[in-house]
């Protein structure tokens, strides 16, 4: 596991990341966190000792993150999270993992570019019709997680949006918040090595 800047969409950014052989898994943090989120909850050591690549970046719409400079813009969000999965990885597809805000940047990166899979966590702005309208082109597998307490996206709008896509299932994570794999880690490591599994196949 190792730490740089990259500079990547003309913004300098820092990324947490693992460079060996596979499908990279490409970690986008929620509005409030980093990319030492996954340090946190230890997703990031289980993946390195599993041997399994991945990227943790600080991304430009953090409140807090090493990225300048900042922007809320969808387009350049996408585009600083695929040139920096080329830079490291080169041309591998990525599983993309999202929470929140940064679930709406895998979606809206999945609408563009393509991807092997995603694990969503709350993701915001997921029914936006202008994301909706290719929804029925993504095949890959989608897991969904929802934390039962949430109280800034609803079990409705994630059911509507487990609904839109071909291949997707909503998981709910009993009693857990808007940030569910902060509440239930060793689930929310299971989860997404499961993802990954059926990637893979």
């Known amino acids: ?32 966190y980093t ?26 719409y953090g409140l807090k993150s090493e990225c300048r400079p900042k922007t809320h813009d969808t387009e350049t969000n996408v585009n600083v999270a695929h040139e920096a999965v080329v830079s490291v990885f080169g041309s591998a597809v990525p599983v993309l993992v999202g929470a929140s805000v940064g679930g709406h940047i895998a979606l809206s990166y999945a609408a563009r570019f393509p991807v092997k899979g995603l694990l969503l966590v709350a993701p915001g702005r997921a029914l936006e019709e202008s ?16 934390g039962s307490e949430d109280n800034i996206i609803s079990g ?12 997707a299932k909503l998981t709910v994570y009993e009693g857990a918040g808007h940030s569910a794999y902060l509440a239930q880690p060793e689930r929310f490591k299971r989860d997404l090595l499961e993802l990954y599994t059926l990637t893979e196949q």
């Not at 989120?37 to 041997?51: A, D, G």
């Open 131 to 146: 994301l909706t309208r290719a929804y029925r082109e993504l095949r890959f597998p989608v897991r969904i997680i929802w």
């Open 35 to 60: 990319g030492s989120v996954w340090q946190r909850i230890s997703v990031t050591e289980l993946l390195t000792t599993k041997q399994l690549p991945f990227l943790a970046l600080d991304m430009p």
């Open 156 to 167: 409705e709008e994630m059911r509507t949006l487990a609904g839109l896509l071909p291949n």
């Open 1 to 32: 596991m190792s730490e740089k800047m990259l500079n990547v969409a003309s913004h300098k950014c820092r990324a947490i990341y693992n460079l060996v052989q596979g499908a990279p898994i490409m970690f986008l943090h929620g509005f409030s």
